[in-house]
């Protein structure tokens, strides 16, 4: 492994946002992005019209290394959001926090291994 894998490996929390419009995941990756550095984020982009529903899954890699640990002002959305949070206990935790603090969040589940947890929740405007 390299000492850059190394130093990110407790740190990044993968996001994932589905069961929502184009515009609720930007404002969702917004506030995200407003406190940490995002790495691969995948921001939503124009969309084609589509022939039917598919589901789509929009998804960014946040370093909660690179926080800011500031207050985040709450986030207007349209609908519900379904989010899941894959990464280190803490840095899951912190991500929840931010969320905390921009939109209402109900835990639906938590999924936890040895070394990662996943945290299913439910984002809606305050």
Known sequence: ????????????VTVQL???SREDAQAVFDVLDHTYQGEDLAAPGPQAA???????????TFDTAAGRHEEVEAAPLTGMVGAVLTGGY???DEVEKVLAGAFDI?????????????????LASR
Do not use: K
């Open 1 to 12: 492994m390299s000492d850059v894998y190394d130093l990110h490996i407790d740190t990044d």
């Open 18 to 20: 589905s069961d929502c």
């Open 50 to 60: 589509p022939t039917a529903p598919a589901p789509t899954v929009w998804t960014a």
């Open 90 to 92: 803490h840095a899951v």
């Open 106 to 122: 109900q835990s639906l589940q938590s999924v936890s291994g040895d070394q990662e947890t996943e945290a299913r929740l439910l």
